[in-house]
């Protein structure tokens, strides 16, 4: 494609170019092409008049085209687009496209935000978020657009959001981000307020399910550990799950070391308990996570 | 942090991982400068080889579960690519008196340097990102013990076209002012040091812009119009702490209008809320749990008080610990940044340096440095220099610098002092000036005499000195 320019635009003869006025000596300095340089350029010039206008909007496409990274243009279009009410529609499609071409770019998602949060409807992003998921599972960026969408528009209590939650943590039982997810879903909209016991039940067997079919699994022990915490249910509930795959008595036979940092937290609660969790956590520190030894020892010493 | 960098988001890396063909062509890369040094001690180090074998076999977690999925069969290749330079030697590196290889200062200064320079046309998405290039490069700089005095001139020149009139520093001439180009032009400056460098930030329109920021819930938004997250409250009070800015907010600042009055009101609850229910800090309340939003939390909240009153009293403390140790990577050493991802050289810092912070609440020595340490000299260094994600990545300027920050928060003791904190003059975010290093960690060692890094302070991330001089500069001075 040919560069564009605005010098000899007859559209562009009123503007008067505002170059990029380094010093003479600046570190991290980037040999610009010209079509990047004069683009921003006018770009600085249009921002200090503050133009709002079609032909600013087709500016700042160009600039997008050439550095998607560049937050002051997708902050400025926004106004851009907001002082002409412009069809937000059109810029979704738009954004939809150019999504796909840059899909490690943080700004585009920041931008899809304000725009969809001034549309006042989330048709279609839910389809378009599991195209972009389908890339890259655990985009942070993807699943916190998610989350604002849940939190603008209400739909904690969505079945569809539910359903499909569960669907990525099928594809991926270690998909921590969609276990976040599902946790933002059911219990993110109550704030203190106590959840049903029948939701709080099934947010138990679901976890549990998932750890049966991987106990070595942290997304899902945390989960589960989550949700007992956060209805207040003692830790002691999950002892009896949690002596399916470990048990003190059976050293050898260990199948997961977050039972084992689970059963820790039992004994813990209980005075007369507390050999038994520094064996656990003896356990933990020599042999099922060594690693974190330091960390182990410093729960141990916490009992003495 | 995650901010206007061109740094992949984390989870991005997995597909290049597997066929970034790059990884093969760097790895096959056999010019081998240390050729015939390495074939006289040849026994020595097949000694050392066993010796690391024997090591990453006593930390690897015997129970490996059977069920497949993309993230165990992504974590299973990235431990592939990574073993063999934890084991053995692939980059012909000379060894330390530990067997592993020492650090590359020389080659580490090079690339910075090289980073300081100009840049070809194909990386003007970094153009927003300027800032931070200079940042991450003196930082690194001054950590492998390097002066950059003679460069103060320029970087003070550096700065002065993104200096935004109405406050704030953008990624460069006429850009919006962002809080985290604002962050990495004062920690530069601040770097550089002396009266120039300090003069030449305007610190009234910096508190207006810093009250534009300020939002009603508690946080602060990173632009006008931009996203709030946990960035702008850490990156907001470093500069503030730094600059001697007032702690009330000016009169023009919109969050007046619904009451608020000083720039912390709100400030611990809305961090606090970010803590989730893996005990981990995330971006905005309700997002997942990351490493890089923790070391935000936990600096935002060491800055507005001491850490032993401040994180005990926002988060749940033995939540954090439970979680922050869970990023240890076993058997790599390094961390991730969130549950189930893989290792990456960057979380040295994020997640490394969150560990003096957290000690200094709960008051024990918590974390494996050792194998932190393991991680980044024999994994985390590019072989032409600068330092890396993982093996086969790229090196940047951004994991050099935090590569090299973890180190030093490995090698050295950061103590919070109560003795030295409250005699701190005027400043009103005084907390983070009561810092000191207190000697060098004393566990085991995986370090020569020869791979020390400078201290760092714990949550300015820049020299202890030049904080100091900064802070003394602005106290003496009256008004703006
Ligand atoms: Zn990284």
Redesign the interface.
């Given at each position: 494609m040919a560069p564009t320019f605005y010098h000899d635009d007859p559209k562009w003869s009123n503007i008067k170019p505002i170059p990029q006025n380094d010093t003479a000596r600046p570190l991290a300095a980037i040999a610009y092409t010209d079509e990047y340089s004069e683009a921003m350029s006018y770009l600085r010039a249009v921002m200090a008049k503050n133009e709002y206008s079609h032909r600013v909007l087709g500016l700042t496409d160009h600039i997008i085209s050439m550095n998607p990274a560049h937050y002051t243009i997708w902050l400025y279009r926004f106004k851009v687009l907001s002082e002409l009410h412009a069809d937000l529609r059109e810029e979704i499609a738009w954004l939809n496209v150019t999504a796909l071409k840059h899909l490690k770019n943080y700004q585009i998602w920041h931008h899809r935000q304000t725009v969809i949060d001034k549309l006042g409807s989330p048709e279609g992003e839910a389809d378009f978020i599991a195209t972009m998921l389908q890339q890259d599972t655990k985009n942070y960026h993807v699943w916190s657009y998610r989350q604002f969408l849940v939190q603008r528009f209400g739909l904690f209590d969505d079945e569809g959001e539910l359903k499909w939650t569960e669907g990525m943590i099928e594809e991926d039982v270690r998909n921590n981000s969609a276990w976040n997810h599902r946790y933002f879903l059911v219990f993110g909209g109550k704030g203190e307020q106590t959840a049903d016991k029948a939701i709080v039940e099934r947010e138990l067997n679901y976890a549990k399910a998932a750890i049966k079919k991987a106990p070595q699994n942290q997304s899902s022990w945390n989960y589960l550990r989550g949700v007992v915490r956060r209805n207040k249910l003692p830790t002691s509930t999950l002892k009896d799950f949690a002596l399916e795959f470990a048990d003190i008595e059976k050293p050898d036979d260990v199948t997961s070391s977050y039972a084992l940092d689970t059963l820790a937290d039992i004994y813990t609660e209980y005075q007369s308990k507390r050999e038994e969790a520094k064996k656990a956590l003896d356990l933990l520190a020599t042999r099922y996570d060594p690693v974190r030894a330091h960390y182990w020892n410093y729960r141990k010493r916490l009992l003495e | 942090m995650?901010g206007?960098t061109?740094v992949?988001?984390?989870?991005?890396r997995?597909?290049e991982i597997v066929s970034d063909s790059n990884r093969i062509e760097e790895l096959s890369d056999t010019d081998n400068e240390y050729a015939d040094e390495y074939e006289d001690v040849g026994t020595v180090v097949d000694q050392h080889e066993a010796a690391n074998m024997a090591y990453i076999n006593?930390?690897i977690?015997?129970?490996?579960?059977s069920?497949e999925?993309?993230?165990?069969i992504t974590q299973d290749e990235t431990l592939a690519v990574v073993l063999p330079f934890l084991e053995g030697n692939p980059n012909d590196f000379l060894l330390n008196t530990f067997g592993l290889p020492k650090l590359q200062r020389e080659k580490h200064a090079a690339f910075l340097h090289q980073?300081?320079?100009?840049?070809?046309?194909q990386?003007?998405?970094?153009?927003?990102?300027?800032p931070w290039?200079?940042y991450w490069?003196l930082q690194g700089l001054t950590a492998l013990g390097y002066d950059i005095s003679d460069?103060r001139d320029?970087?003070v020149?550096?700065f002065?076209?993104s200096q935004h009139p109405d406050g704030g520093y953008?990624?460069?001439?006429?850009?919006?002012p962002?809080l985290a180009a604002t962050y990495a032009a004062v920690l530069s400056l601040v770097m550089a040091g002396g009266t120039t460098a300090y003069e030449s930030v305007n610190r009234k329109s910096m508190w207006h812009y810093l009250g534009r920021m300020k939002q009603v819930d508690g946080g602060f938004t990173m632009?006008?119009?931009?996203?709030e997250d946990i960035r702008g409250a850490f990156c907001a009070l470093v500069v503030m702490s730094l600059l001697n800015i007032p702690l009330d907010l000016p009169p023009d600042a919109p969050a007046r209008a619904h009451g608020m009055t000083t720039f912390l009101d709100k400030l611990g609850e809305w961090v606090s809320r970010c803590q989730?229910?893996?005990?981990g800090i995330s971006?905005?309340p309700?997002?997942?749990?990351?490493g890089a939003y923790a070391f935000c939390g936990l600096g935002c909240l060491s800055i507005m008080g001491p850490p032993t009153e401040t994180l005990n009293k926002y988060f749940d403390m033995p939540l954090l610990?439970?979680w922050l140790?869970?990023r240890?990577?076993?058997?790599e050493?390094g961390y991730n940044g969130?549950?189930?991802?893989l290792v990456d050289g960057c979380y040295s810092h994020w997640v490394g340096s969150c560990w003096p912070l957290v000690e200094a609440a709960v008051g024990?020595?918590?974390?494996?440095r050792s194998?932190l340490a393991r991680y980044i000299l024999s994994a985390a260094q590019h072989k032409k220099g600068g330092l890396i994600d993982k093996p086969g990545k790229r090196a940047d300027a951004y994991h050099t610098c935090y590569n090299l920050a973890g180190l030093s928060a490995a090698q050295h003791k950061n103590v919070y002092d109560e003795a030295t904190a409250p005699d701190i003059g005027k400043s009103e975010l005084g907390a983070p000036f009561g810092w000191k290093v207190d000697g060098l960690f004393e566990g085991e060692r995986v370090w020569g005499d020869e791979d020390f890094v400078e201290e760092v302070h714990p949550i300015f991330v820049i020299p202890y000195q030049a904080a100091e001089d900064c802070r003394r500069y602005f106290e003496a001075k009256e008004g703006f």
């Open positions: - | 995650a206007q061109s992949p988001a984390p989870s991005s997995l597909q006593s930390m977690s015997p129970i490996r579960d069920l999925t993309e993230t165990s980073a300081l320079g100009d840049y070809p046309a990386m003007a998405a970094m153009d927003a990102a300027r290039l200079v490069s460069m320029r970087i020149e550096t002065l076209p953008g990624g460069g001439h006429g850009q919006l962002h632009a006008p119009g931009g996203e989730t229910f893996e005990g971006a905005a309700g997002n997942e749990a990351h610990l439970h140790s869970s240890q990577c076993s058997p050493g969130r549950t189930n991802k024990k020595e918590v974390s494996n194998a």
